[in-house]
Nanobody, 126 residues
Framework: QVQLVESGGGLVQAGGSLRLSCAASGRTFSTYPMAWFRQAPGKEREFVAAISGSGGSTSYADSVKGRFTISRDNAKNTVYLQMNSLKPEDTAVYYC???????????????????WGQGTQVTVSS
């Protein structure tokens, strides 16, 4: 099991940027893929971005492609989500997740992840 702590959320105007961080502990970090999901009020949790253990492969939801960038620093046991050109529809609680298995899936489901952070609120005003 791995423990995850997100930070970096907040309130930003449309068109602005935020950088989320997720610090991991309790397991060999570089072995496992990581991902970001989000959940808006009244909606189901949805996939945002994923990254392989080495950081060499990444994937994104169509709604954020070209605006968001996922990255990781295995020396710091941290994964990041750089969010640019934010839109009001990006408003949600963002969750960091660690995969239960060591192989990378480009379009993972939430059930592929066994460890979750507590979430960080991102609010984009129009």
């Amino acid at each position: 099991q791995v423990q995850l702590v997100e930070s970096g959320g907040g309130l930003v105007q449309a068109g602005g940027s935020l950088r989320l961080s997720c610090a991991a502990s309790g397991r060999t970090f570089s072995t496992y893929p990581m991902a970001w999901f989000r959940q808006a009020p009244g909606k189901e949790r949805e996939f945002v971005a994923a990254i392989s253990g080495s950081g060499g492969s990444t994937s994104y939801a169509d709604s954020v492609k070209g605006r968001f960038t996922i990255s990781r620093d295995n020396a710091k046991n941290t994964v990041y989500l750089q969010m640019n050109s934010l839109k009001p529809e990006d408003t949600a609680v963002y969750y960091c997740a660690a995969s239960s298995v060591s192989y990378y899936k480009p379009k993972p489901k939430s059930t592929d992840f066994g460890s979750w952070g507590q979430g960080t609120q991102v609010t984009v005003s129009s």
